[in-house]
Structure formats: C-alpha cells, structure tokens
Nanobody
Framework: QVQLVESGGGLVQAGGSLTLSCTAS????????MRWHRQAPGKQRELVAQ???????NYADSVKGRFTISRDNAKNLVYLQMNSLKPEDTAVYYC?????????WGQGTQVTVSS
C-alpha cells in the first residue's frame, strides 16, 4: 500500500504565494511520476504539474511561469510552489503518484485565493 498526505493549503490573497507538500509512504518500490491535480467546484479534476523520478517536468498552460513542481527522492516528497496566485486557482489540490503501474491519490488540500 501507498499513502500520500498533502499539506500547505490555505487562504491567500490574489498575487500571493503558497507551497504545497506531499509525503509518500508505504511500499514505494517502483515510485515514478508524481503529479499535482486540482478540482474546482463544479469542474473536472485537472492536471496541474507532473515530475518524473529523473526530474523532467510538465505544466498545465494555465500555471506555466507561476507554479514550480519539485521533488526530493530521498525523502519521497513532492512540492508545488505557487506564485502570483489568482482567484481561478481556487480548488482542492491533490497529490498523485504512479507506483508499479498503479496511481495513488492523496486526500487533497484546499487552496482558496481571494480577490
């Protein structure tokens, strides 16, 4: 089993910054790509950013230049640094990890950006 726990969400004003963290634990043999997704009320869950074990990254167009994903393989941590936040970034942010051909999800953390 694999467990993912997110932290770092909260309320921030537009233009502000937040850093989300996700800690993976359990049987992590074969841990590969880690991702951040988000889901706003009434909308589908969408991919925000992803990072491979080797450090290759990919971002949604809506967050390019504002968000940065990084990971610490030794500590099984993945981060999402979010700058220049906008009200439309308001959502529940979920961490996901691909482990041995399965995808595991965290419980999510709320990010609210006020205008």
């Amino acid at each position: 089993q694999v467990q993912l726990v997110e932290s770092g969400g909260g309320l921030v004003q537009a233009g502000g910054s937040l850093t989300l963290s996700c800690t993976a634990s359990g049987n992590l043999f074969g841990l590969n790509t880690m991702r951040w997704h988000r889901q706003a009320p009434g909308k589908q869950r969408e991919l925000v950013a992803q990072i491979t074990r080797g450090g290759s990254t990919n971002y949604a167009d809506s967050v390019k230049g504002r968000f940065t994903i990084s990971r610490d393989n030794a500590k099984n941590l993945v981060y999402l640094q979010m700058n220049s936040l906008k009200p439309e970034d308001t959502a529940v942010y979920y961490c996901a990890a691909d482990v041995r051909l399965r995808t595991y999800w965290g419980q999510g953390t709320q990010v609210t950006v006020s205008s």
